[in-house]
């Protein structure tokens, strides 16, 4: 039996009601499953710590954190809590997080769950694409850098280098052998997002990409640019499977795909390297719910589940690949019952009611679910 430990780090605003909320269903689950090991250690990083001390991610929280064998981050930041420059703390502690973990691929499910408050009127076959965002360079390369020349001239610069490009595009390849395909037809694809035409950055992007899709001949490589994407997204979501794309693209477009599928409080997220994994929801703190114990906890949920489909994979543990299609039927079963859920989602749950739902979900059959969504493969 192997065992894991999983470093945690609650963070600010509604971070650590909805990381209780997971902790507790992941106990559950460790309890339940048999062969399942998951031990925590959890640690304050972010803003609230910066306002007591003066540090956002103390050494020796990183350190625990490139100890552990995965890293699960609920919401970081609070709008009040500032640099002396002004500048929020929560993007320079992200961006040093994932440089130190080297989280080349960012993963984000699309995924619209029957019963979720989609906002499409047609949703055609389904949606259930996964946007992969290069994570460490493209236009974020710049961050901490750039140039100001007084009060007339910034400049910052987009770094596309075919190491990163043929890192995020192998990964999304392997992703995409681990799905079904598209809604649509089932057709196994990957679609680079750029803007090729205009970019010699982004023709380079896309020059790399269709060289790593050689090694991927069952798989069909397809580009769009990326103002199409985003009508596409609209439009047909159901006719893409996986899109791959540079840094400040997949931020946008990550927001665009959360918003299609039932909002933030349903969009988990996965950061992968060679080495690290690092698994938290896509929205960010609301500090205006915070403390009220009604916050949405399943995308930190729904995160847990891609953890441990990462850490199933990596290890070739098939307790762990188990567990984390149990985790996301049993997500499925509460958001389709529509009964314990979250006023974000049009209900009146509490957070801990929609983490003991989960708990009563799991072990309960859903017949003919198809928990692809969570994949994460490991490098
Ligand atoms: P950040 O800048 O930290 O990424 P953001 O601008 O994306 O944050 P969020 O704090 O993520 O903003 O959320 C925007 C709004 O979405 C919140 O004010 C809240 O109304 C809603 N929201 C986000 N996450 C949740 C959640 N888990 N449960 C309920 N509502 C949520």
């Avoid at 090991?37 to 910066?50: I, K, P």
């Avoid at 993007?91 to 699309?110: E, I, Q």
């Avoid at 580009?223 to 794309?245: E, I, K």
Wanted: proline letters at 5%; charged letters at 20%.
């Amino acid at each position: 039996m192997s065992s894991y430990r999983i470093a945690l780090l609650p963070g600010d605003g509604i971070g650590p009601e909805c990381m209780d909320a997971t902790h507790r269903v992941l106990d559950h689950m460790v309890n339940q499953i048999d062969g399942l090991d998951l031990g925590f250690t959890s640690h304050r990083a972010g803003a609230e710590l910066y306002r007591d001390t003066g540090e956002t991610l103390p050494a020796a929280v990183l350190d625990d954190c490139l100890a552990a064998d995965a890293v699960l981050l609920s919401a970081i930041g609070l709008p009040d809590v500032r640099y002396p420059d002004g500048t929020e703390v929560q993007p320079t502690m992200m961006v040093g997080l994932r440089r130190a973990l080297a989280v080349h691929s960012a993963v984000r499910p699309v995924k619209l769950y029957r019963g979720a408050p989609g906002v499409l009127k047609d949703t055609g076959p389904g949606i259930d694409f996964v946007i992969i965002r290069e994570n460490l360079e493209g236009l974020f390369a710049s961050f901490g850098g750039g140039s100001r020349v007084g009060d007339e001239v910034a400049t910052d610069t987009l770094v596309v280098t075919r190491k990163g490009t043929s890192q995020v595009s192998d990964f999304a390849f392997r992703l995409a052998r681990r799905r079904n395909g598209r809604p649509v037809d089932g057709k196994k694809m990957v679609t680079c997002v750029d803007k090729a035409n205009v970019f010699q950055s982004m023709a380079f992007f896309r020059k790399v990409f269709f060289d790593v899709a050689k090694d991927y001949p069952e798989i069909q490589a397809d580009a769009v640019y990326v103002d199409a994407m985003s009508l596409y997204m609209v439009q047909n979501p159901w006719d893409f499977d996986v899109l791959v794309m540079e840094n400040q693209f997949g931020d946008i477009l990550s927001d665009l795909g959360a918003g299609l599928v039932g909002g933030l409080g349903l969009g988990p997220s996965a950061e992968i390297g060679q080495e690290h994994g690092l698994f938290q929801p896509s929205h960010g703190t609301a500090p205006q719910l915070a403390g009220k114990n009604v916050a949405n906890p399943l995308a930190t949920i729904l995160s847990a589940a891609m953890m441990l489909d990462w850490l199933g994979d990596k290890h070739n543990d098939a307790v762990c690949l188990g567990a984390a299609v149990d985790l996301e039927q049993a997500v499925e079963k509460v958001i389709t019952d529509g009964n314990v859920i979250t006023p974000d989602m049009g209900g009146n749950a509490t957070t801990s009611q929609v983490a003991d739902a989960v708990c009563d979900a799991l072990g309960c059959d859903t017949p003919g679910h198809d928990a692809r969504s969570v994949a994460t493969p490991a490098t």
